[in-house]
């Protein structure tokens, strides 16, 4: 207990040493769009996919045609979020995209997923934020409530099954599933057969 103690003793706490990483840009963009979000984006019925498209697009995200995004989907800075098209951001997904986030076509991201591109160094004592871009290839399915983390690519046509926690790059046509997410079997479409 008491090495605890000292270790703690180690971390100054000192409000000059714990400058946000973000700019005043950042931070103001993600106000207004906290507020359009809120007043523009969240209310809105579930059918109204395209109108949603436009007022991402507006705060600079890259959206395909035909990209379902759901009213309670959670966005943290839209300039940094690219959807292909056809595909879904289903029922409070949350993209943390403080760096870019990049979901391919015909990709379904389920309920309650958290796709998460920054985390904190450990070893900075002022836990100094870390980022890494996240990419979701073409055809890919996140099931509910997975877990992604920052700098972590998920192949083309991969599953990562339901409750998963993925911290390690998902090969393409692989179906994997756990915490920590491991692989669980390749994929193959019926009256289909894989040669890669």
């Known amino acids: ?5 000292d270790k703690v003793d180690l971390v100054p706490v000192d409000a000059s040493k714990c400058l946000s990483a973000h700019s005043h840009k950042n931070r103001i963009g993600r106000l207004l769009w906290g507020i359009a979000w809120l007043c523009l984006f969240r209310p809105t019925p579930r059918f109204l996919y395209g109108w949603r498209r436009l007022v991402l697009r507006i705060f600079g995200a890259r959206i395909g045609r035909e990209a379902h995004i759901y009213p309670s989907v959670r ?16 029922h409070a997904v949350d993209c943390y995209c403080v760096a870019r986030i990049r979901v391919g076509a015909h990709v379904g ?3 309650y997923s958290y796709l998460c591109s920054a ?3 450990i ?3 002022h836990l100094a934020l870390t980022s890494a871009p996240i990419t979701i290839e073409d055809g890919a399915w996140i099931a509910a409530d997975v877990f992604v983390g920052p700098g972590v690519r998920v192949g083309a046509g991969a599953v ?8 390690r790059n998902v090969e393409p046509w692989t179906v994997v599933c756990g915490n920590p997410a491991r692989f669980l079997k390749k994929r193959e479409l019926s009256g289909q057969t894989r040669t890669s």
């Open 123 to 125: 070893s900075d004592p």
């Open 119 to 121: 985390s904190h160094d």
């Open 160 to 167: 990562v099954g339901a409750r998963s926690s993925v911290f």
């Open 109 to 111: 991201i389920s309920q």
């Open 75 to 90: 966005i943290w800075a839209p300039w940094n979020l690219e959807v292909g098209e056809f595909s879904a951001l289903g």
């Open 1 to 5: 207990m008491d090495l605890a103690c």
